[in-house]
């Protein structure tokens, strides 16, 4: 079960998987919100805001902070879309197209995850300022919560498949998805993707309270970087539950990229409407809840599932 | 070494690199009151490196110890199906053990704001 | 094959042991944790060229997070903790030195000279599987072991560092009458 | 070429707009957001246009102008009704674009951002001399900037001490000025709060800004709630003003709770408040009441309790603590309409919201029965602040209590509580 | 890549955690000495496992347990100095030497 791509391909059926993603991510973003907003937008103007965004951020200087910690102030949001595109690629895309699919791809996806805390939390620490500071402790308590519910959910789904290799898990769902089998998973699951991409009742790090918190002193090319990588994050984020949960590539008649591409895309738009319409939720109410409640509850999953396998 | 390790390595690096390429090159000059960190229009007095109280240390304290699970799970997992019973039942042990030490802490309102 | 491994191989160690270094040399506390989990993700490439592949991604899984708390607290408990003014915070600093270069040296020679029994590498597929079966077999004792210690840390970590557990205040009676308090030396 | 042709591109974008709001401030938010050609940013380092209105100070220009260097390039300045004391309007920034009381704001703003991203208007130049705030002293054996581990000041800051703390371990507080010009705080308003982690250890209001000798500098008070003091006004016309006040406040809160586009929503109801209809405050009001997360993020934070605002002539605060205190009751026109105060139980951030949106709702309904009705002119008014008059203004006891509500809880707590209470220093500084 | 290659990293990896515990005054320097003791011995015991066991799973083991003695030893680690520094005030060894007089 290697993959059956050559290793000099894998780079670029990632950058032409993703780079649609980040984007029509970003559109239906800015869709959303509109529509939320109740503002009139005519869709050639909606396609195009990501690509005009992201030119003028890059027309943007970007000044750096005073005396931050300059190397971790590049590196935070280079390596936060480096983490982002190996989290990508560890989903195989179809039966016989994988990019990454390690054997133990789970415990690969929950190290790119784990990483990611690292990478938030220098970005919020490197710039030597207040706000930023603030938002990066901010992420550590986040992503301490919800990191175990992440991997315990992912944890349910390999009992089935007796693997820890996403292209297993998903085989094991060709009579049922695991979104039925295992009815905990995918909400538990969607918690931690909103923990994970710091998105809507859980946008600690950057919220606007903080003024933009670990964004607060980034502009220009750095914060396009950053803010494609937090797209780029959420699809692959959603790209890995819609394999675990949703049967991946399995599907009638249609090719199983184009499935797992309508699966991912479900996934995301439901993120996006969220991040819309649930109100962030108080920061220490949520650790609490989720060491009391979410924890259990994936460990209820995890032997629930365990059970159906016996 | 089976060959997705090396393939993650080589994606991992070029999204690195891509990063690295679009925002080392804008940097530009800036002057001090440019650089000041944003307070809302004045000046920190200090620098923001201080030593930063984490008022959630106590659940810092717990995943620590609460993470280890998940390197005996993973493994556990594989096996699982193979074992039947005797894997449910070790593992069910094993995190009741460990539940108990989430009761002790959240009675003990360590996962709280110190 | 053997080329680029052998040449990742290097990269890895580089890596390591370049990374621990730093650990020691950094100002910054956070780059000297950060450092530290550099070190731990060199070790775990190694390991997972040697085959080892869930040991070493579970490595880099758990130091992530452990040093991020590593970092945090450092921050907390050091005095300038973000390296702004130059420091130098070692004791005995000679003495230490030799008891690494010893170590490093006895250990070195102990790998170079000792022979070792060979044995054909093992299967990494069935890694995995095998630790698997030997943590409900042969080591069960040990990973049930390993539970109650988990709760026993857990516990213990946690009646220390609380402020006000059951049996009342932290710094009740642990307090030496009248002993000095100089907070603010350095 | 392909540089014009990128820079066209980018022309398209939105134009991050960072806001400074100065006393008598005009309403923006539907003029800005209207048709998604401006976004509004949290931060100056993200804009690429300052829109200052209202009337500034002599003490926030300082503030200004820094914020002002705090943008990234390419940046320019628009001015919107914005008076300086003591200076013309050209005297603060270099090259700002004025808008006419008559002008459009959002074109303004919108064709100074294009012409900066095409580079036909320069790029405006820093206004602060580029000077260390403190000077740099390399006195230490390595170059640091001073004696000791935590001394001196390593590259012009000196690090923060330490100060006790509730918890017992005694670490670093940060010591700041935030504001003015934080975005999720009132126009004028400055806290000195002493941080320990993200818990506020103390906290202090600072000078209120726009209570100056010369008040008449800072710009006549045009709010309908100060004209009902000496005159007439009607009903209609004073219960429009109410609803689109409280529909602004909640379009705060919901920025603050990160839902800047149903935020938007509600600014937008607010600045058509004349024309609106009452479904769609409702569906608003629906959507928000069922948002679960909103009530548990904001209940319990900030409370008041009943007796310390009791009496103070609060209005909405007090109303949220369970006390029918309203002015309306005593008025006859009101109760010709069948006028009964809303109350709510609670007094925390989430009572507020609630009934901010439950007034609107009365307040539209009121206007729309009151036909020429009026009211006023008795010398005391019931405005969104409380019951005020040409000698009280209710908001200043609400600044006093604001340092006891905020000591103690952490950040985000912090902004809630203060968006929750419409802290109005123009209005505090009226009497 | 030899098993006399991978025991001299990790040799020299646990010889800079011995300084690095030896030396540092901080309570939380040392333990990062410690660690990377541990960390040198994760290595050589995954060496082991992959050159010389033949694939015997104990040598897995011996690398999980090392990690499970990293974990205890972080958080009890941790919990005494936060015990410490609130009780003494001391963040370092020799201010607790100066306090135990």
Known sequence: ?310 | MSAAHGAALIVFSLGLCAGLAVCAPGRGTATAPERTPYLGGYAPETHAWSRFHVRYYGMALLFLAFDMEMVFMYPWAVVFAEEGMIAFVEMLMFIVILLLGILYAWRERALAWA | MTEPLDALFWLSSTVAVFSAWRVFRADSMVRAAYWLMGSFVGVAGILVLVGAEFLGLVLILMMAGEMTIMAVFMVMFMMNPAGLNPMNMVHQHRTSLLAGVLSFVGLGAIALLASFPQAPPPDPAAATSDLGHELLGGSMLVFQTAGVALLSTMIGSIALAAQRGRYGSAAEGSEEPGAPIDEEDA | MGLTAFARLAAKAPAPVFVARGANARSLAFELSGTGDVVLTQTPRHACVLLATGAFPDSMVPALRQIHDQMSHPRGVVLAGAHFRGHGPRGVFSDPVVVTPEGDVHDAVVVLHRDLILGRRPSAPPLLPDRDPTPWRGVGPYGQGGKGMTGGTPYGRPLAGLADDRDGLKLDALELRLGPFLPMFPPGLTLTIKLQGDVVQQARVGDNPFRTDERVSVGARSSVFVRALSGPVTIRELEHARAAHHLERVGEALRAAGLGALGERADRLAANIERVEAAAVRRLHRLLRRSRTLAWATSGVGRLEPDRVAGRGLGLVARACGLPEDLRTQDGAYNELGFSPLVEGGGDACARWRLRLAEVAQSLLLASAAGTRTTGGTGSVESPWGSISSDHAPVGSLLELLPGMLEGSDWGDVITTIVSLDLDLEEAART | MTLPALLVVSAALFGIGVYGALSQQSFVMIMMGLELMINGAILAAGAFWAFSSGGEPKGQMLVVVFMTVMAVEAAIGFALVINIYRVRKADITEKLKKLKT
């Open chain 1, 1 to 310: 079960m290697t993959t059956p791509l050559p290793l000099w391909l894998a780079p670029a059926v990632v950058a032409s998987v993703l780079a649609p993603a980040v984007y029509l991510t970003w559109v239906l973003d800015r869709w959303v919100g509109a529509r939320v907003a109740g503002r009139r937008t005519s869709l050639g103007q909606t396609l195009a805001s990501p690509l005009a965004e992201a030119a003028q951020l890059m027309l943007q200087s970007s000044p750096r902070a005073e005396r931050p910690d300059r190397v971790t102030w590049l590196l935070a949001p280079a390596s936060l879309s480096g983490l982002a595109v190996v989290a990508v690629a560890t989903v195989p895309l179809g039966p016989m197209l994988h990019i990454a699919d390690a054997p133990g791809g789970i415990v690969l996806f929950g190290a790119a995850i784990a990483l990611v805390m690292v990478a938030v939390f220098l970005h919020g620490w490197s710039a030597n300022s207040l706000f930023p500071l603030m938002g990066g402790y901010r992420f550590i308590a986040l992503a301490l919560s919800f990191e175990m519910p992440l991997a315990l959910v992912l944890i349910a789904a390999a009992l089935p498949a007796e693997s820890l290799r996403f292209s297993d898990i998903v085989q094991s769902q060709v009579d049922v998805w695991n979104v039925v089998r295992q009815p905990l998973g995918l909400p538990l699951y969607l918690i931690a993707t909103l923990g994970a991409s710091f998105w809507g009742p859980l946008a600690f790090p950057d919220a606007p309270d903080l003024a933009g918190g670990t964004t607060a002193e980034s502009s220009g090319a750095a914060l396009l970087v950053w803010t494609a990588a937090r797209y780029a994050l959420l699809v692959a984020l959603c790209a890995v539950g819609a394999a675990v949960f949703l049967g991946g590539w399995l599907g009638p008649g249609l090719p199983g990229p184009i499935w797992l591409a309508f699966k991912t895309a479900g996934l995301v738009a439901t993120v996006v409407v969220i991040g819309h319409h649930v109100a962030r939720v108080r920061l220490e109410d949520f650790v609490v809840v989720a060491w009391t409640v979410l924890i259990p509850l994936a460990l209820v999953d995890v032997f629930l599932s365990g059970l159906l396998v016996l």
